[in-house]
């Protein structure tokens, strides 16, 4: 067969049933071998980046790899968003390029890119491949470390003469890797120390990442939490890792975590960091993060352990297995929690300082974004439903008080932070998961970096919804403008959007737009009950800003704009701040 043949029969090989992509004259063989496939099913996307975000949303549904292919030149450079997004947050991707022949290559001709070196700082791996008689082992292991060890995103450049030369088809069963050995099974030493260190902890606290997730340790997190009373941290990437309801998760922590989430883990005596790499907005100011903490450690990836916070007993392995080897030690030896007093006081913090209490009434008569973000919550069945998010604040909203029960039904760009992820991965997230639900929360700005991807979802007839959170700014920006730049409101109104409801119908969507509070609850259930793609465009204030927040530089504990219902369900700590009239107060 041609070497476009076998690029088709090694992804069939690899199970490969769904691929996203768009064509070009570098990839027109790969694309015209494609069209003989009975297996793959091709989703023609709008633009390369969508194409690459919505294979990520499937992977990070599935939990499969995504495939996405695209042309050379700027069908490649296209793509580095979204392999970038992936590699910040472990998503496995397999990303496939085509290529100028390899006669001219460095020459600069038509739709040439260095794409291998371009993407080098953000691929897990990547090849360009030389000879067809490489081809099926370079697939065989691309798949294999995309999607074994800290999963990531790995990059094929495929140079077109080279698929049309010929090829004895032979697909490898084994992957020889010699420098490639991910460590599994943590050392029996470390896990026997970190037990003999849990069973010391009186302030405990689980710190849970997306390594949870991409483990599959679940159930091993919860076994631990429940035999030593150890309450429960999340980051963006693991919510959902652990169940919202509960009565040990204490969900967001970091700069838009909760006040008691916060207050935990700055109070805690040991934080047992599982799958999470002490991010940026997540500790704060590092040199008062958990000063009273020694930190166990465990990460499938060497790299990440020490890199930012001093570790006591690091252990490098698979998360499910080293918390099934922590859990049954413990449970051997007989080992009691001793935190009931700790629980006590962190459920002292929780009751005192809620995400959100309806007594605050900061903008009578307009839609509250919390609030929006609770009925949808209410609104879906956790188990058969995903919530992916743009990013801004929206994301935030969505991440405080929209409750996920089950890994995987909580999909956001976390590292990378990526305006115009959310609704493409939403997309990949549907067609991948069919049988769920898939709400996209959105923000007026995020939305309209891939909003073309409406046209994708509508002749595949991806039944995606798509809640917009529109305040006609960009409201993340838009809010540290309004509390730490002085109101000086720099490039981030949006007074020239369009009618969303217009251009959905543009596309063939269904939608509406409300702009009354009690009008909301219909809406949401509307749009859940429509058939086909939805988009709700909710009218919110751009002076709605985000709450708590710990300011950047500060510690984790200094939080401003928590609720304290001890003195009347008010925000504390707001610094004083000019309104868009110029009036002073405190910061809505």
Known sequence: MTGAEAVVASLEAEGVDLVFGYPGGQAIKIYDALYDSTQIRHVLSRHEQGAVHEADGYARATGNVGVAIVTSGPGATNTVTGIATAYMDSVPLV????????????????????????????????YLLQTVDELTATFREAFHIAKTGRPGPVLIDVPSDLASDLVTFEYPDDVDLPSYKPTYRGNAKQVKQAVARIKQAVRPVLYVGGGVVSSGASEELAALAELMRIPVVTTLMGKGA?????????????????????????ESDLVIAAGARFSDRVTGRLDEFAPHAEVIHIDIDPAEIGKVREVQIPIVGDLKGVLASIVATLSKEGAEPATAAWIGQIEEWRRRHPFYHPNVGEMPGEIVPETVMEQLSCALDPARSIVVTEVGQHQMWAAQHVDREVPRSFISSGGLGTMGFGFPAAVGAAIGCPDKTVVCV????????????????????????????????????HQWQHLFYEGRYSSTLLDANPDFVKLADAYGWQAERVERPEDV???????????????????????????????PGKALDDVIGAIDVAVGAVRTDMPETEDEDGRKGGAL
């Open 95 to 126: 990303v496939i390029t085509g290529q100028v022949p390899r006669g001219v290559i460095g020459t600069d001709s038509f739709q040439e890119s260095d794409i291998v070196g371009i993407t080098m700082p953000v691929v897990k791996h990547s």
């Open 242 to 266: 652990f169940p919202a309801s509960h009565e040990l998760n204490l969900g967001s922590v970091g700069m838009h975590g909760s006040k008691y989430a916060n207050l935990a883990m700055t």
């Open 442 to 477: 959105a923000g007026d700005g995020s939305f309209q970096m891939n909003s073309q991807e409406m046209a994708t979802a509508a002749i595949n007839r991806v039944p995606v919804k798509v809640l917009v959170m529109d305040n006609r700014c960009l409201g993340m920006v």
């Open 521 to 551: 609850e219909g809406a949401l259930a509307r749009m859940l009950a429509a058939e086909g793609p939805y988009l709700l465009d909710v009218a919110i204030s751009r002076d709605q800003n985000v709450f708590p927040m710990v300011a």
